[in-house]
């Protein structure tokens, strides 16, 4: 689906530097959710949105900011990035909660 | 929180076959159970979706079953092609005073032709 674009398809980086994922959406969805995805794991919700300025926390929020300064924007940042966030983050927004999920193509991220 | 586990991690069956995959969950507050298809380097698409207030639910090929007092659902698909080689995720959802949505860990499907 075209609706919802992720930013940058791949990254590579150190650890200790500062990270931003990029997710758009055009579809006025309220609702955005940031997910990793890693072997074993299947997909972990990180943080989600339910609307402008409003987020919380999911399963896995640590290390890990949100913003929603625009309805059709959430970025993702990792302030200080680890080893052991290295993974593949996909974005995700829905029109309510409870109600089906349409995600982006993901972002493979790589902390060396 | 809520923990849904899913079975079996891998799946092999013949061209024309049906396949099944299962997943349980323990919050008794989950009211949404969507099942979601992953191709190689793809996003996860969702095939198909159920509510608790319903007890099954199909879709040309694919069904999904809800048994709300075992707490468990399944998904069945019936002749099964090899473009239905991917993995699947089950998921269950509740919205309390925020959302709890929890992924299985995946059903890695192989039709063989």
């Known amino acids: 689906d075209a609706g919802i674009t992720q930013s940058p398809r791949y990254k590579i980086t150190e650890t200790g530097r500062q990270v931003t994922l990029m997710c758009h959406q055009t579809w006025s969805h309220s609702y955005m959710f940031w997910y990793r995805q890693d072997l074993g794991h299947g997909l972990r919700l990180i943080y989600y949105s339910a609307a402008a300025d409003i987020t919380d926390k999911g399963e896995v929020p640590d290390g890990y900011v949100v913003s929603r300064s625009k309805t059709e924007n959430f970025p993702l940042t990792l302030e200080s990035a680890t080893r052991s966030q290295t993974s593949v983050y996909f974005c995700a927004s829905s029109e309510a909660p409870g109600s089906a999920q349409h995600f982006g193509d993901g972002t493979r991220l790589s902390i060396l | 929180g809520e923990n849904v586990e899913q079975h079996p991690s891998t799946l092999s069956v013949q061209e024309g076959d049906s396949a099944v995959i299962k997943c349980t969950y323990s919050d008794s507050a989950s009211n949404y159970f969507p099942w979601y298809k992953q191709e190689l380097g793809k996003r996860p698409q969702l095939i198909i979706d159920?509510?608790?207030?319903?007890g099954e639910k199909k879709d040309q090929r694919i069904a999904v079953t809800l048994n709300k007092t075992a707490k468990h659902f399944s998904l069945h698909i019936t002749e099964t092609q090899p473009e239905d080689s991917a993995v699947y995720f089950c998921?269950?959802?509740?919205?309390?005073?925020?959302?709890?949505?929890?992924f299985g860990a995946g059903t890695r499907l192989t039709v063989q032709p």
């Open positions: 998921a269950a959802s509740q919205v309390r005073n925020k959302i709890d949505m929890r």
């Open positions: 159920i509510r608790s207030n319903v």
